[in-house]
């Protein structure tokens, strides 16, 4: 599987945009994109995923760029309940074989008042 | 509807010892993952099931850490002769089926210490 590069922690003010980058240089043509999170004490909560297009859902966009190697997960109007631990994971996803997520250490988003 | 569940919440044990940790998947998920996640990092993979059968135990770190899933619906993942090291949050998580992709909906975790 591709390796994820995330920021380590990184803080937004309530209200405002919450954009958490992630580096996948080595992704290959067939991985897909993936965040999930994980608010204190809980189990990981799946945000979104994608291929090659942005996607967007109630929670999330996902803006990934041309060249794949990278992505930005992008919370329009951060809450004080988004703040948790954001993981980014690259996986591929077909008939046959295990989806088994690999999860890094992840981005620790603070969003304040 | 219930989420997955898993019991007990919190358990303290001492070196030596086993253990036994429960996972009550979503009813009609076929499969069910076990990770396990220490202070400061991110789940780590231990074993998946599909069905009843363990289709893939490569992240169970030795023999004395073992999975079950007797009927297809609630697992339990067993360690014997814990040592301090396997103090963590265990996490279980299920998904409707494999092969495709299909969200995991993750439990709460048991908070396993060993003293």
């Known amino acids: 599987d591709a390796k994820t590069t995330q920021p380590p922690s990184m803080d937004c003010a309530e209200g405002r945009a919450a954009n958490l980058p992630c580096n996948h240089s080595?992704?290959?043509?067939?991985?897909?994109v993936y965040w999930y999170r994980q608010i204190h004490s809980q189990g990981p909560q799946y945000i979104i995923h994608?291929?090659?297009n942005n996607e967007t859902n109630e929670m999330a966009s996902l803006i990934i760029t041309e060249d794949r190697k990278s992505s930005t997960l992008i919370l329009p109007h951060a809450t004080l309940r988004d703040t948790a631990v954001y993981y980014c994971?690259?996986?591929?996803?077909?008939?046959?074989?295990?989806?088994?997520?690999?999860f890094g250490r992840g981005t620790s988003l603070i969003v304040h008042p | 509807g219930a989420g997955v569940s898993q019991t007990p919440s919190n358990k303290v044990t001492e070196k030596g010892k086993y253990v036994e940790l429960r996972c009550d998947p979503i009813?009609?998920?076929?499969?069910l993952y076990w990770y396990r996640q220490s202070l400061g990092q991110g789940p780590e993979f231990l074993i998946y099931?599909?069905?009843?059968?363990?289709?893939?135990d490569s992240g169970l770190p030795n023999d004395r850490f073992f999975a079950v899933r007797p009927e297809g619906s609630v697992s339990t993942l067993k360690i014997q002769r814990t040592e301090r090291g396997d103090s963590a949050v265990y996490l279980c998580a299920s998904s409707l089926t494999q092969g495709t992709y299909n969200e995991q909906f993750f439990g709460p975790g048991t908070r396993l210490t060993v003293l």
């Open positions: 994608g291929l090659k």
């Open positions: 009813s009609g998920h076929t499969a």
């Open positions: 080595t992704i290959s043509g067939n991985e897909y």
């Open positions: 099931f599909q069905g009843t059968g363990a289709a893939d």
């Open positions: 994971i690259v996986r591929v996803v077909g008939t046959g074989g295990s989806y088994i997520p690999t």
